[in-house]
């Protein structure tokens, strides 16, 4: 693990105990939303805009963000629940979008749906003993998942501003 893995592990193991899950929601559902504020009114053409053939397109991102945020979702839900869950497809490899950006941008808004009504499930006294692993962070519980979700939607929505910076980057007409 490098120093910053180990760094954002830490942040996520101590936040993530220190914390209710109606404590961290507000911080998960901030994130989320600047996601959502950021992808509001993408044409086709933006979303599909590639400036580097290493980098992820706009829809690439979103495809890869809805799919995990499926995964994270379970794996919380089961973990506060004293389940120990297999965390495998939680990062999913670069892969085209299977559908149009409206779309991409409904699954986006449906996965922040999702995550607050997951967390009004969650017991008050939630099992923050168990953990699952995650390929970059190692072993984290249930509270520590629930934190990642917003560290994932961060780093993503950094990739998605970087893209729509970039001076090639189409505009609306």
Not at 61 to 73: C, F, K, N, Q, W
């Amino acid at each position: 693990m490098t120093p910053e893995q180990e760094r954002i592990r830490n942040y996520l193991i101590v936040q993530g105990r220190k914390y209710s899950f109606e404590e961290l929601w507000t911080r998960s559902a901030s994130s989320r939303l600047q996601m959502i504020d950021e992808i509001q009114g993408l044409t086709q053409e933006q979303a599909d805009f590639s400036f580097d053939e290493d980098e992820w397109t706009i829809a690439e991102v979103l495809h890869h963000v809805v799919a995990s945020t499926t995964r994270v979702t379970e794996v919380v839900e089961l973990l506060a629940n004293g389940e120990t869950p297999d965390a495998g497809g939680v990062e999913p490899p670069r892969e085209s979008a299977d559908v149009g950006i409206d779309m991409l941008i409904r699954k986006v808004i449906e996965g922040g749906i999702n995550w607050a009504v997951m967390t009004s499930r969650l017991p008050k006294e939630a099992d923050k003993i168990s953990t699952s692993n995650h390929s970059f962070f190692g072993e984290l519980h249930s509270g520590a998942w629930y934190l990642f979700q917003r560290i994932h939607d961060l780093d993503h929505i950094g990739q998605i501003t970087a893209c729509k910076q970039h001076p090639d980057y189409p505009k609306r007409v």
